[in-house]
Nanobody, 114 residues
Framework: QVQLVESGGGLVQPGGSLRLSCTVSGGFFSIYSKAWYRQAPGKERELVASLTSGGTTTYADSVKGRFTISRDSAKKTVYLQMNSLKPEDAAVYYC????????WGQGTQVTVSS
């Protein structure tokens, strides 16, 4: 059974930084694609960043240059480094592995407010 546990969310001022972590247990971490999604109130869940097993990254246009997705295979952990945060980045962030039909974390709240 694959389980994802997220951490790192919280309240940050505009312009600040946060790093989200997602630790995966079970399954085959190294071969899974990894991704972070987010969902703001009243909006659909959207892809923020993805990382293929081969190391290719993609980002939503709204976060390019500010967010970085990475992994530590030894720790079976996926990270999302978020810099220069904006109020519009506020959302519940979800970790995902193995694609949309794969496995999901429980979500972690990110609030950007002064």
């Amino acid at each position: 059974q694959v389980q994802l546990v997220e951490s790192g969310g919280g309240l940050v001022q505009p312009g600040g930084s946060l790093r989200l972590s997602c630790t995966v247990s079970g399954g085959f971490f190294s071969i899974y694609s990894k991704a972070w999604y987010r969902q703001a109130p009243g909006k659909e869940r959207e892809l923020v960043a993805s990382l293929t097993s081969g190391g290719t990254t993609t980002y939503a246009d709204s976060v390019k240059g500010r967010f970085t997705i990475s992994r530590d295979s030894a720790k079976k952990t996926v990270y999302l480094q978020m810099n220069s945060l904006k109020p519009e980045d506020a959302a519940v962030y979800y970790c995902n592995v193995a694609g949309i039909s794969g496995f999901w974390g429980q979500g972690t709240q990110v609030t950007v407010s002064s």
